[in-house]
């Protein structure tokens, strides 16, 4: 069962007769006897995990269970991601070494201990995420490729994957779930980017009668792509429409036909309806699949993920499909967006609260947060119990839904003031604004949530817990330079070439800096723009999860340039931290 953190504490709070924050085996039993019986009128709990074709039972440990876990790792996942690598990554001569992975996959999960891999990939997905210049290329000792995953571990949270269970030591043990987790993740991201009206204005085709362009904006990539496949499969005159990416295409008919719409009519090798002719439903789905393959697009699945409707990797499919041939109208004029362009702000706020694992993934800062439910969750991470759930609309009634939605909102808002260890300021923020979407002070609740986050781990590492002020954050970047090189505020312009924060990142961990990479006098914004690049590469390379863009540091956003520096004191305070405690053990020892 796929579940948000608070609906699991919910239930061990619920079933914990004893009180200690763990389950027995009676306890268990109990919970296990209640979801099973609210599940027997659809699919049944023993379905729901009985071995399936093509799925691999892996085992594993767990800190909250002795007899440890299992996971599962389905065949052709991992065939279809060894696949897009070997193909994308193939040119890349930092990757010739590793490449090509098997046609298995098997041994992708060795090639990527170095980091190196896991690193090019995320810049596919999303280009100069990660500067190349701090990915250590040579001389890979188990220290230096401990690094790289680390970079490539914080980059990813950096674009939105979530990597709350996930650290460096999971790829460099090649833990396969977690591995092809992290791989799902970076891959989808990818694929699902441009799919925009920004990027394809001749999605106002998809348009229904009564809505306009807002209402477009306000769908999700996923809700996008279905729509293009039935305004397809409606092109092509036929009756068949599809809801989903698992059931609806399972029998290749709708695939067959969006194959024959979207191909290039002057393709050398035309793209015919023959599948629909084949009687059985694997080698209708083989069929299919050698028709895609003649427009470059055979990717992602196999006739068994087509008739067993693996969900994930069709949406893979039909993402690559629409990226390579949209087949929509190409003079189609550029959308004025006006203000609905998702800007580097919003951007930011977003990966950040992905990357925490908040249900449900928010594709729109405004659209997803209009119903509470990720703010709660948010609050949650900041300081645990501050939420009271049993007064949380979780679902909503059809008739009474704006209702409930906007009761949670003006829940949340109260919250803020009660975070003990960072004051949230809310000063003229409502409920309303944010069930209404109002950018300007939905933004506002959203940067005090993400400063109380970064805050509240600092606070946690003091000695004292006491709460912490922006004023300690910049007294403590003044004490890692030189007296001349001290800035008055976040907004200092002295910070705009990323040097102060580069010789911040090597006060931390020495070695770090390659000074050679540093331009020193940077007399124009792509240098000022190299040297931020390359310091935000190093920063998530020794630990820190930095969120802020380089343009950021360029053009001295305070807010940002606070999360940037906090950031690093975490990072600095923890290793302290660490140190102490070994200190400690070591003396208790003797």
């Not at 919910?10 to 200690?20: A, N, P, R, S």
């Not at 024959?260 to 069929?287: F, G, M, W, Y």
């Not at 970047?477 to 911040?504: H, M, Q, Y």
Request: with cysteine.
């Amino acid at each position: 069962m796929d579940l948000p953190q608070y609906e699991i504490r919910e239930l061990i709070k619920k079933y914990d007769k004893g009180k200690d924050g763990t389950l027995d085996m009676v306890e268990f039993k109990a919970l296990y006897a209640h979801e099973k019986s609210k599940r027997d009128a659809g699919v049944t709990f023993k379905k729901a995990v009985s071995p399936r074709q093509g799925v691999e039972t892996l085992g594993g440990t767990s800190y909250a269970s002795s007899e440890g876990t299992t996971h599962t790792v389905k065949d052709g996942e991992q065939k279809a991601f060894a696949e897009w690598i070997n193909r994308h990554l193939k040119n890349d001569p930092d990757c010739h070494r590793h490449l090509p992975l098997d046609d298995e996959g098997s041994d992708m999960y060795v090639k990527m201990k170095d980091g190196i891999l896991v690193c090019k990939l995320i810049n596919h997905s999303v280009p100069d995420t990660i500067d190349e210049r701090a990915i250590n290329k040579t001389n890979l000792s188990l220290y230096r490729r401990h690094e790289n995953l680390t970079l490539a571990v914080n980059s990813a949270s950096s674009i939105g994957c979530t990597t709350v269970n996930i650290g460096p030591e999971d790829l460099d043990c090649c833990k396969v779930h977690l591995v092809l987790g992290l791989l799902w993740q970076i891959i989808r991201i990818g694929l699902l980017s441009d799919i925009n009206l920004a990027h394809h204005p001749g999605l106002v085709a998809l348009l229904r009668e009564g809505e306009t362009i807002e209402d477009l904006i306000r769908l999700s990539p996923e809700q996008i792509l279905l729509r293009w496949v039935n305004y397809h499969l409606e092109n092509a005159g036929v009756d068949r429409r599809i809801s989903n990416f698992s059931e609806d295409i399972s029998d290749s008919e709708a695939y067959t036909y969006l194959l024959h719409q979207i191909a290039p009519a002057d393709a050398e090798n035309k793209v015919t309806l023959h599948p629909l002719s084949v009687c059985d439903s694997e080698e209708r789905a083989e069929a299919m699949l050698q028709e895609a393959g003649k427009i470059g697009c055979r990717s992602f699945i196999g006739p068994k993920d087509v008739v067993m409707g693996n969900q994930k990797l069709n949406l893979a499919f039909v993402a690559n499909l629409f990226n390579n041939y949209p087949a929509l109208d190409k003079s189609a004029k550029e959308v004025d967006m006006g203000d609905q362009m998702e800007t580097r702000e919003e951007k930011t706020y977003r990966n950040w609260m992905n990357s925490l694992g908040v249900s449900p993934f928010v594709h729109n800062l405004y659209v997803d947060l209009c119903d509470g439910l990720v703010i709660f969750q948010l609050y949650d991470y900041i300081q645990e119990d501050l939420v009271d759930w049993e007064k949380v609309h979780k679902k909503f009634d059809k008739l009474k839904i704006n209702f409930q939605k906007l009761e949670n909102c003006n829940y949340a808002v109260k919250l803020g003031p009660l975070v003990k260890l960072v004051k949230v300021m809310l000063v003229g923020i409502d409920g309303k604004n944010i069930h209404d979407g109002n950018k300007t002070l939905t933004l506002g609740l959203v940067w005090q949530l993400m400063r109380a986050y970064t805050l509240a781990i600092l606070s946690k590492l003091k000695d004292d817990k006491r709460p912490i002020q922006d004023t300690e954050i910049m007294e403590w970047v003044n004490s890692k330079v030189k007296k001349e090189e001290r800035i008055s505020s976040f907004s200092d312009p002295a910070l705009s070439d990323g040097v102060i924060v580069t010789k911040v990142i090597e006060s931390i961990k020495e070695d770090i800096v390659n000074w050679d990479n540093v331009n020193m006098n940077t007399g124009n914004k792509d240098e000022r723009l190299a040297n931020a690049r390359y310091a935000i590469g190093l920063a998530r390379k020794i630990g820190a999860g930095v969120y802020a863009l380089p343009e950021d540091i360029v053009e001295c956003k305070p807010k940002m340039l606070l999360t940037v520096f906090a950031c690093l004191m975490v990072r600095d305070m923890s290793a302290r931290n660490i140190v102490q405690s070994q200190q400690a053990n070591n003396g208790a020892k003797d």
